[in-house]
């Protein structure tokens, strides 16, 4: 496979962040994201492995962050036009947005 659907791939990163690789994984297309996600992906001998990181009851949606999420609102957003096409709306990038600069570095 030489491209990959620019929404649906996954970067595989090592522990550092590095990128070694993209992938597709068919059921790991239906994952949304979020800037405060209740689940995370990792990849174990190319296998994808989903896991909660906090409770999820039935009937809430799984969701996964597509970016670093260490990243100020603009920066996520910018990673996130840019790798995926689309500019996220999720609750905590609304309140990042409009917290002043100062609250989010502590200062
Ligand atoms: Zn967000």
Redesign the pocket.
Known sequence: MTSLPKANGFFVSDIEGRRLASAYYGQGRFFN????PNAIVGFIRGVLHVRAMRAIRPGDEVLISYTELYRP?RL??DA?DEKKGFR???????T?AAAPLKEIIGG
Do not use: N
């Open positions: 994201h979020s800037c405060d609102v996520r957003h996130l996220c709306g999720c609750p905590k990038c609304l990042d």
